[in-house]
């Protein structure tokens, strides 16, 4: 499961202004200064390029015809190009019925996961109770079994309860892997409401309960919308347990197509593959981009509250 | 917010939550319940019953149906009396090592480069870099397949009519185990480098300037200030950081099966997560070196997780 399973501690929004450097204090250290800058500068330019290079490459592949791809020399621009590639794939009906599957774990997943997580993360930043410290180690010991450790046991495990190839079954192995991280990150987000807010509204006057929703529940919801993204993403992107629980090419899921699209076009036409791949990531880095800096902040200060 | 949420007025113990008494106990185990039952079945039973099968001959035969044999430590016996075992443990090391050392230094580079460079340069780097950290995994893999392509990959072009190096035009990367191991890394490294990126370049923020000006005033060089402040102070999101590539490194699995599919020797190809999976037919030899594998990530991070304990109050 824990191929994507980075966003531990996150990075930081684009546009956060650095507090770089220490004050200069002679002209020539300025324009010194300046010119390492500027190279510097270009160096991060030429870095961001090559990184993203494989993705660009993707993307104009894509939309390439296959003699152009099987030319001499590369196209490097989509100039001129074909949306036929496109069109193959989606045309093919194995990529809704995967799209299908991938959605309806993914939907399983997220729902199950939420609100089991947000109960435990309730009880262990909100109470006190024997076995709760031991709980939370467990919780962090959990998160460190590889799946690639497991994963034969689990597929004999489902298999012997019948739910081998079946949603619920790739459901259940992903609730249990995106679990752990899931309470461990609510739990800092719950954490940081300060039940004093909670204690105020009951003084004038709400239930507990009502306390709860009106006041905390709102409070909670960036953490509950980070937490889901993460899920999401890891749910969406996993390969490994898929592979081990959907042996049943009806049962694929959107990475597995992936894959057997590539194993049966690697020779021959990597332009529908390239069309595939983009049609599965796009929306997701997408989608990644987009929330990204809204989950930062978040996931910072749950995971620095700990 | 939430580093700044005191529990009980002026108490500065934030990690222990205030009790309520009007609660009966027994509804607080209640909200465990859920969370507890799906990580028990799909995670806790497995794991036991793995460990329990890795001291049973668990075959075929079983599978249909035949009890399955007590063996005792026969399953662990075979695995590391093979040599074979052994070659591929020590390659899984190797290459763990190799891609969190090389994963760190690109990465911790790449972080103190977002922080001297100016706004649109770092702008341009942070962007292109969460590109590459939201690609979904399978479809970077088929990517560099596509770029790594013998026939027609971007890279042997380069090489060949850029470079001036003929014999690359028609070259075949993951044939050789070696070059293999290359690819696969240059793979792994692309997609953990924005985490590891992103994270130091956050501790990096938390360095108070003031700092940093009091030890420029006393006449601390570049140099030192960078190994004498800045890499103690972000000592602990280095350790976690590391701790965790170590991690994802050593499981590796995915990148290695789906280069083996595209038709790279197996057996010289193989690290644990993939050798695991070639014994998907004999569950007690699985469940043995899953155990075994799962020791060697306790020892390769076991010192680490205790720091981290110690210093993280639950």
């Known amino acids: 499961m824990s191929t994507v399973s980075a966003p531990t501690t996150l990075g930081v929004p684009a546009d956060r ?4 450097t220490a004050t200069r204090s002679s002209e020539s250290g300025r324009s010194q200064t300046s010119r390492s800058r500027r190279l510097l500068g270009l160096l991060a330019i030429v870095v961001a390029v090559a990184w993203v290079f494989p993705i660009y490459w993707m993307i104009n592949s894509a939309f390439q015809p296959l003699n152009k791809l099987q030319a001499e020399n590369p196209a490097w621009l989509p100039f001129g190009g074909t949306v036929a590639n496109f069109r193959q794939v989606i ?24 609100i089991f997580a947000f109960l435990a ?8 109770f024997k076995g709760r410290k031991s709980f939370i180690l467990t919780i962090l010991v959990v998160q460190m079994i590889p ?4 994963f034969i046991s689990q597929y004999q495990v489902l298999d012997g309860w019948g739910m081998v190839n079946k949603i619920s079954g790739l459901a259940l192995v992903y609730t249990a892997a995106i679990l752990p991280f899931t309470i461990w990150m609510l739990r800092g987000f719950v954490a940081g409401v300060p039940i004093e807010l909670e204690e105020a509204a009951m003084v004038d006057g709400l239930s507990r309960v009502g306390a709860f929703f009106r006041i905390t529940f709102p409070l909670l919801a960036p953490g509950l919308v980070a937490a ?27 990475p597995l197509w992936l894959q057997g699209l590539v194993e049966s076009n690697r020779a021959t036409d990597w332009g529908v593959v390239m069309a595939g791949s983009a049609l599965i990531a796009i929306p997701v880095i997408v989608f990644f981009l987009f929330v990204q800096g809204k989950m930062t902040s978040g996931l910072v200060s749950g995971a620095v509250k700990g | 917010m939430a580093a700044t949420a005191p529990t009980v007025s002026g108490t500065p113990t934030p990690s222990v939550p205030p009790t309520r008494r009007r609660r009966p106990k027994l509804g607080v185990y209640s909200l465990l319940v859920p969370a507890s039952i799906v990580i028990g079945i799909a995670l806790g039973y497995p794991l036991v019953r793995q460990f329990v099968i890795s001291f049973q001959e668990f075959g075929l035969k079983q599978q249909f149906g035949a009890p399955a044999e007590w063996v005792g430590l026969q399953n662990y016996t075979d695995l590391l009396t093979d040599s074979y075992v ?3 443990i020590g390659r899984s090391i190797a290459f763990c090592l190799v891609n969190a050392v090389v994963t760190m230094l690109i990465g911790v580079s790449l972080a103190v480069l977002m922080q001297r460079v100016g706004r649109s340069a770092r702008i341009t780097l942070q962007v292109s870099l969460l590109l590459a950290w939201g690609t979904p995994v399978l479809a970077s893999m088929t990517v560099w397949q596509w770029l790594f392509d013998t026939q027609n990959g971007v890279i042997n072009w380069v090489l060949s009519n850029v470079l001036g190096m003929d014999s690359m035009a028609q070259h075949s990367w993951i044939i050789e185990p070696l070059s293999f191991f290359f690819v696969a890394t240059v793979i ?19 360095v108070p300037s003031e700092t940093m000006e009091a030890a420029q005033l006393d006449g601390a060089s570049a140099r030192q200030r960078f190994w004498g402040i800045t890499i103690p102070m972000i000592r602990p999101v280095l350790s976690i950081v590391l701790l965790l590539q170590v991690i994802w490194d050593l499981k590796v699995f995915t990148q290695i099966y789906v280069l083996q599919r595209a038709g790279a020797p197996t057996r010289d190809t193989n690290l644990l997560g993939t050798l695991i999976y070639s014994y998907s037919k004999e569950f007690g030899m699985a469940g043995a070196l899953a155990t075994i594998m799962l020791v060697l990530t306790l020892a390769l991070t076991g010192f680490y997780i205790r720091q981290m304990l110690k210093e993280d109050e639950l």
Do not use: C, H
């Open chain 1, 17 to 20: 202004p650095t507090k770089v």
């Open chain 1, 147 to 150: 799946a690639e450790g497991l």
């Open chain 1, 228 to 254: 889901g993204v993460f899920g999401f993403l890891q749910a969406w992107n996993e390969y490994t347990l898929a592979l081990v629980v959907m042996t049943d090419p009806a049962q694929r899921t959107l």
């Open chain 1, 91 to 114: 045309n093919d009906g194995t990529f809704w019925q995967a799209m299908r599957t991938s959605l309806a774990v993914v939907v399983i997943v997220l729902i199950a996961a939420l």
């Open chain 2, 86 to 88: 052994w070659t591929v």
């Open chain 2, 188 to 206: 792994v490294v692309w997609m953990s480098v924005p985490f590891v990126a992103f994270s130091v370049y956050a501790g990096l923020l938390q």
């Open chain 1, 121 to 128: 993360a309730l009880a262990v930043s909100r109470f006190r």
